[in-house]
């Protein structure tokens, strides 16, 4: 089994900062992409930013040049830096990530139970 635990959620002012992280663990032989999303209440969930194995990274437009996605592949962990906070940025955010438990085995998405972000204005 594979567990995803994300940590760093708080409440914060507008302009202030956040540092999510994110590790997995369990039976993982490799990690491919790691990401994150969030969900506003009322909202679907979306994609925040995504970082592949090698390091390339995407992110959503509204996050661009605030948010630094980052990962650690020895910990199997993900990071996301989070600067210049908006009250619009308020939601339950989820780690995400493409985990394979064997040599030759198909990889799963898998995800963490989200950790709650609320910047108030």
Do not use: H
């Not at 567990?3 to 491919?32: K, M, P, W, Y």
């Not at 989820?94 to 950790?115: E, M, Q």
């Amino acid at each position: 089994q594979v567990q995803l635990v994300e940590s760093g959620g708080a409440s914060v002012q507008a302009g202030g900062s956040l540092s999510l992280s994110c590790a997995a663990s369990g039976r993982i032989f490799i990690t491919n992409a790691m990401g994150w999303y969030r969900q506003a209440p009322g909202k679907q969930r979306e994609l925040v930013a995504r970082i592949t194995r090698v390091g390339s990274t995407n992110y959503a437009d509204s996050v661009k040049g605030r948010f630094t996605i980052s990962r650690d592949n020895a910990k199997n962990t993900v990071y996301l830096q989070m600067n210049s906070l908006k009250p619009e940025d308020t939601a339950v955010y989820y780690c995400n990530a493409d985990i394979s438990s064997t040599l030759a085995g198909k990889f799963i998405g898998y995800w963490g139970p989200g950790t709650q972000v609320t910047v108030s204005s």
